[in-house]
């Protein structure tokens, strides 16, 4: 077998042979990492099929599908984000910063799969006691589960076969090692050859397999984009550590929607679904009229979720006014704020402006548009939004308000959580004669809204 040395980006997987500062392929500056490489044979090459799909050629129409039955696990929100549970042979790759719970939603899955199937939770972070600790805290003690500490892929498909789970979970990707590569464990050429052979070991088994996995500081998978590539899932933790509310976002998935999310609650005894997630986010805020304070119905999934959307703005004390945004896209903002200033006639290049997602969530709903230009206008102009007030709509370059999906949800929802008034795009007459205790303000340009706000 013959070696050679390459440089391969941590980013994207691209291979130079000489060493260069940015990355040719991705742009990324200094992510070529030296790596080396076995040279293969033909026959080599042969073994390295990801699956061993192959088949003769037949028509799509004679083809018979086969409904693959789901596997619950009885956790109410990661049943939801899978559309409904899991598929036998489905692969996973479950990422998120570290310590936001990772371990601790697998070894909750484990528990719940492990009534019904042999689970095997190999770690390559952790000692079988720190595991049990965690267990212990957790209730979790199903027979069922059997823990190992290894960090050698080879191992690791040898323990499979021995034990034959019907489960298996890998935490994390980034610690195991194929022995046949020299590079460390974590670099790019490991996880992509790692996660390879997990593939072809439990593909083909029908193993239920978690590939947990780091991700990095700006909340990209730490190592290679191919890993999602060959995985039929990848669930994201979308929030900040600091919180006790998770996130967890489906960014890719065979077998369902990627519109739906999880919402869990970080307690001592693990994590805790949390099914009516609108009176979680309405509980967190207080009833006084609040300046720069505005509510939303943001839709993620098929779920109105009730969002607080807040502003600052204040004097600027640089000669470029500051503009940060947390859990909304900051170019959304800004556009925003140049439609506020265009059709409004808001001065806002003296003003640096803060806008924030109450609860630390991630938020790309554009019904938000609204709910953002109301809090500005309301910090800006120093005049309270009363609490019973709802924004709904989103809103265009022009200033003119556009209609969301789904109004009529939201607005039931609005209604049933005991909002008010709402200000909204037009709606049709049927949607309008199903409001009750909800008075609904049409207008159309953004400027009526400000009329309101004074
Ligand atoms: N006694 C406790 N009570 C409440 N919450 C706890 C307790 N111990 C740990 N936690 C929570 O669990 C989190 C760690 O969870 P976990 O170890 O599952 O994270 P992880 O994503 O696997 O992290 P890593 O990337 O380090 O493996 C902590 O950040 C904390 O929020
Ligand atoms: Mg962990
Ligand atoms: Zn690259």
């Known amino acids: 077998m013959k070696f050679k040395t390459v440089f391969v980006c941590q980013k994207c997987g691209y291979e130079a042979a000489k060493w260069a500062g940015k990355c040719p392929d991705c742009g990324e500056w200094n992510s070529l990492q030296e790596e080396v490489k076995q040279q293969e ?5 042969k073994n390295r099929s990801f699956t061993d799909f192959s088949s003769e050629i037949v028509k799509l129409a004679d083809s018979k599908a086969v409904q693959e039955p ?16 899991l598929v036998a042979g489905q692969l996973t790759l479950l990422a998120g910063a570290p310590g936001i719970g990772k371990s601790t939603l697998m070894l909750q899955v484990a528990d719940a799969l492990a009534q019904t199937r042999k689970v095997l939770y190999i770690s390559g972070e952790e000692s079988i006691s720190q595991i049990s600790g965690r267990a212990q805290r957790l209730g979790v003690k199903n027979p069922n589960i059997y823990l190992h500490c290894e960090t050698n892929i080879q191992n690791i498909i040898t323990a499979v076969e021995n034990e034959k789970p019907d489960v298996l979970i890998l935490d994390s990707i ?22 390879a052979e997990l593939v072809r070991l439990c593909k083909p088994k029908g193993i239920i397999t978690f590939v947990l ?21 990848v669930l994201y933790f979308d929030t900040e550590k600091d919180n006790v509310l998770r996130l967890l976002r489906p960014h890719k998935n065979r077998f369902g929607s990627t519109s739906e999310i999880g919402l869990f609650k970080m307690t001592g005894h693990g994590l805790e679904s949390v099914d009516n997630a609108s009176e979680y986010f309405a509980q967190t805020s207080s009833s006084a009229a609040l300046k720069g304070r505005a509510y939303t ?13 807040q502003a600052l703005a204040s004097p600027t004390h640089y000669p470029f006014p500051r503009r940060v945004a947390t859990g909304v896209d900051l170019n959304r903002c800004l556009m925003l704020f140049a439609a506020l200033e265009k059709h409004v006639g808001l001065s806002l290049d003296n003003k640096d402006i803060y806008i924030s997602i109450a609860g630390g969530v991630k938020m790309k709903d554009p019904a938000l548009d609204l709910a ?30 556009a209609k969301v999906p789904l109004i009529d949800r939201r607005l039931e929802e609005a209604q049933r959580l005991g909002f008010k008034t709402a200000f909204a795009a037009p709606v049709s007459k049927s949607e309008k004669q199903k409001l009750t205790g909800i008075v609904l303000k049409e207008i159309t340009e953004i400027n009526e809204l400000a009329l309101k706000l004074k």
């Open 41 to 45: 044979s033909k026959k080599e090459k």
């Open 70 to 85: 789901r596997i619950p696990t009885q956790i109410g929100e990661f049943d939801r984000l899978l559309g409904g549970g």
């Open 174 to 195: 980034q610690t195991v090692y194929h022995p046949e590569f020299t590079s460390s464990a974590g670099t790019i050429g490991q996880v992509r050859e790692c996660a």
């Open 213 to 233: 996995g780091h991700v990095t500081k700006d909340g990209e998978l730490a190592g290679p984009k191919i890993l999602e590539h060959m995985v039929d899932s």
């Open 297 to 309: 119905l943001a839709l993620e999934g098929s779920r109105p979720l009730l969002t607080e959307v």
């Open 372 to 401: 953002i230009c109301a809090a500005v206008i309301s910090s800006v102009k120093d005049v309270a939004i009363p609490h019973d007030w709802l924004f709904l709509a989103e809103v265009g370059i022009l200033g003119q308000i």
